[in-house]
C-alpha cells in the first residue's frame, strides 16, 4: 500500500524568506501524482502546485516549487517570498494512476511566518 | 462557478446517535470521495462513489454508509456513533474522465464532535 511521510510536524519561516517542506512516499507503481494541499485555519483544502510522476521537469506555481526525485520517492515543497498569507498546515499527497480512487495524505506540517 | 458545498458545517451528536452529512459536487464532477480528517492528522479515506455506487472503500467499520444521488450529490452516514468518530469530514469530487488530472476539490468540511 502507497504511504506518504512528512517529517516535519512544524516549521517556520520569517517573512519574505524561503522555506522547503519535506515529503517521501512509498509505491511500487510507475505512475501517480503527486500533490501539495493547503489547509488553511479556514478548513478547506487548497490545491498549491501538483506533480505527474512521468514528466521529469519540477512543476512551478508561482512562488511555489517542488524538487521531485521520483528515484528517491521524494516530493518537496519550495515557498519563496514567504507571505503572511502562507500560514496554514500543509498536506502531501499520491494518487495512483491506475487506482485513483482514493488519495494518500501525510501527517501534515504546520508552517509558521513570522513577521 | 459553485465549489463543493456541505452540511451542516457543525454539529454535535452524542454516542450511539446516527449522523447524516450531505455534500454538493462541484459542478461538472461526477465523483464524490469523503475523508475523515481527526484532529492533527491527514484526512484518511473513507469510500468513494460514482455512478450512485460505492467504487473503493477505505478502512472504515460498516457503520460508515453513504448515498449518491442522481444529481451526483452525496451523503454520508455513520451509526451508533463513538467518542473516536468525533473529526472533521470532508468531501471532494472530481471527474472520472479521460482528462482526469488526479486532482480533487474540497469543501470546507463539517465538524463533528461526539459527547
Known amino acids: 500500500a502507497q504511504t506518504v511521510t512528512q517529517s516535519q510536524p512544524e516549521m517556520s519561516v520569517q517573512e519574505a524568506e524561503t522555506v522547503t517542506l519535506s515529503c517521501t512516499y512509498d509505491t511500487s507503481e510507475s505512475d501517480y501524482y503527486l500533490f501539495w494541499y493547503k489547509q488553511p485555519p479556514s478548513r478547506q483544502m487548497i490545491l498549491v502546485i501538483r506533480?505527474?510522476?512521468?514528466?521529469?521537469q519540477n512543476a512551478t506555481e508561482n512562488r511555489f516549487s517542488v524538487n521531485f526525485q521520483k528515484a528517491a520517492k521524494s516530493f518537496s515543497l519550495k515557498i519563496s517570498d514567504s507571505q503572511l498569507g502562507d500560514a496554514a498546515m500543509y498536506f502531501c499527497a499520491y494518487r495512483s494512476e491506475y487506482n485513483n480512487n482514493d488519495m494518500r495524505f501525510g501527517a501534515g506540517t504546520r508552517l509558521t511566518v513570522k513577521p | 462557478d459553485a465549489g463543493v458545498t456541505q452540511s451542516p458545517t457543525h454539529l454535535i451528536k452524542t454516542r450511539g446517535q446516527q449522523v447524516t452529512l450531505r455534500c454538493s459536487p462541484k459542478s461538472g464532477h461526477d465523483t464524490v470521495s469523503w475523508y475523515q480528517q481527526a484532529l492533527g492528522q491527514g484526512p484518511q479515506f473513507i469510500f468513494q462513489?460514482?455512478?450512485?455506487?460505492?467504487?473503493q472503500r477505505g478502512n472504515f467499520p460498516d457503520r460508515f454508509s453513504g448515498h449518491q444521488f442522481p444529481n451526483y450529490s452525496s451523503e454520508l452516514n455513520v451509526n451508533a456513533l463513538l467518542l473516536g468518530d468525533s473529526a472533521l469530514y470532508l468531501c471532494?469530487?472530481?471527474?472520472?474522465?479521460?482528462?482526469?488530472?488526479?486532482?480533487?476539490?474540497f469543501g470546507e468540511g463539517s465538524r463533528l464532535t461526539v459527547l
Open positions: 462513489y460514482y455512478e450512485e455506487e460505492e467504487r
Open positions: 471532494a469530487s472530481s471527474r472520472r474522465t479521460s482528462a482526469n488530472t488526479g486532482e480533487l476539490f
Open positions: 506533480q505527474e510522476a512521468y514528466k521529469q
